[in-house]
């Protein structure tokens, strides 16, 4: 890896606090760290840490108060709202807890909902098939179980290759065997499409299967490491 592909995701000196006078809480107090391009990483802390807060400034959802985040050398506060939407929309992909389907739609017209909006789509049969969708693409939301479900809205945030993929807890709503599935499915992803992934987490095992391991607490960053003994998502237990 160059070192600007080291450097792909740069952030430093990031604050931000919510409310005001007395009842000011500073949730991030200043964060310096860096993502390398295609690298796992995940993002841990007790409730209440800012690891939301930090993924959502880190996908344009909501502002930092101070500091600056480069991604692929572009600075996010330099972009005015429409070069912002514009970079959400093609370089971003999100993926969360819940689901966030349209319930009147099917699954490959859910995933086609992401691909409208880049010049680069992958191709959507190749996609249902390594998402373990392709028989079920005609089915509604409602047909399919949690799982099936996350991996449609996986699809939904992958089908326009983003360049970064935000996980906001995306097996905190599943059993076991499945959150291994989807485990297992980000993994196939960022290996085949060599997005760089950010996952907040508070499932401590899942650490073992990332390449970098960002640890927050009480708005600083309490460890920064690069993991070199990884495991496979069919590895890893808890
Ligand atoms: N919009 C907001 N307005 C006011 N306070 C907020 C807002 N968003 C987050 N906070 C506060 O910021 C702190 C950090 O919240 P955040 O959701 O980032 O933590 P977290 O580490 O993701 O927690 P969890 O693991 O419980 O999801 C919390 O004390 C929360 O109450």
Request: net charge negative; hydrophobic share 35%.
């Amino acid at each position: 890896m160059s070192n600007e592909e080291k450097k792909f995701l740069s952030v430093n000196g990031l604050k931000k606090s919510f409310g005001s006078g007395e009842t000011r809480q500073e949730v991030l107090k200043g964060l310096d760290f860096t993502v390398g391009k295609g690298e796992f990483c995940v993002l841990l802390g007790p409730s209440g840490s800012g690891k939301s807060t930090l993924l959502n400034i880190l996908g344009g959802i909501d502002s930092a108060d101070e500091g600056e985040i480069s991604i692929n050398g572009d600075k996010l506060a330099e972009m005015d709202e429409k070069s912002l939407t514009r970079y959400r929309r093609k370089h971003l992909g999100y993926v969360f807890q819940m689901y966030n389907l349209i319930p009147n739609l099917n699954v490959k017209e859910n995933i086609e909902t992401g691909a409208y909006l880049s010049d680069k789509p992958l191709d959507i049969d190749e996609l249902l098939k390594i998402l373990g969708l392709y028989e079920h693409r005609h089915k509604l939301p409602n047909q399919l179980s949690g799982g099936q479900q996350q991996r449609v809205s996986i699809g939904r945030a992958i089908v326009k290759n983003p360049d970064i993929l935000l996980c906001d807890e995306p097996t905190g709503a599943l059993d076991y065997k499945t959150s291994k599935e989807i485990l297992q499915l980000i993994e196939d992803v960022n290996q085949k499409y060599g997005n760089t992934i950010i996952m907040v987490t508070h499932n401590e095992a899942i650490k073992q299967m990332a390449d970098h391991i960002i640890k927050l607490r009480d708005g600083n960053i309490r460890h920064d490491n690069i993991n070199k003994d990884k495991l496979t998502a069919a590895e890893i237990e808890w």
